[in-house]
């Protein structure tokens, strides 16, 4: 027997991408085909009002820093205290290119001063 499909099982990355090393820092996320501006790669920080900071998906982990990046948050879901980003895609991205984000043009606290 083999598992159904179900539109709300957790999955960690979108089929058209993938973690490789980066020459950015340690690990980051590359296209594995071409990607289109404003593409929506999934939930990347969540904020929950128990937990001071954000949680990371694996999206949210494995972006690295560009000031020149190629990807930005967008507020998914605000309710309450609870706040759900996604990473969605600022300009066409080709197969091979590693998907970044700007740190510093967010709200999200990432400890740096």
């Known amino acids: 027997m083999y598992p159904v499909y ?8 979108p089929d058209c991408i993938t973690v490789k090393k980066s020459t950015i820092e340690g690990l980051g996320l590359f296209a594995l085909e071409d ?9 990347s920080h969540i904020k ?3 937990i001071v900071g954000f949680v990371r998906t694996s999206i949210g982990g494995f972006l690295n820093h560009n000031v ?3 990807c930005e948050l967008v507020l998914e879901l605000d309710w ?11 300009k066409k991205i080709k197969q091979g ?14 400890g740096e001063k």
């Open 97 to 110: 290119e590693e998907l970044t984000l700007n740190y510093h043009i967010d709200e999200l606290d990432y």
């Open 35 to 43: 990607i289109e501006e404003g593409f929506d790669l999934g939930v």
């Open 68 to 70: 020149d990046s190629n």
């Open 80 to 90: 309450d205290d609870y706040k759900v980003y996604n990473v969605v895609t600022t």
């Open 6 to 13: 179900n539109k709300f099982y957790y999955k960690p990355l």
């Open 48 to 50: 929950i009002p128990i």
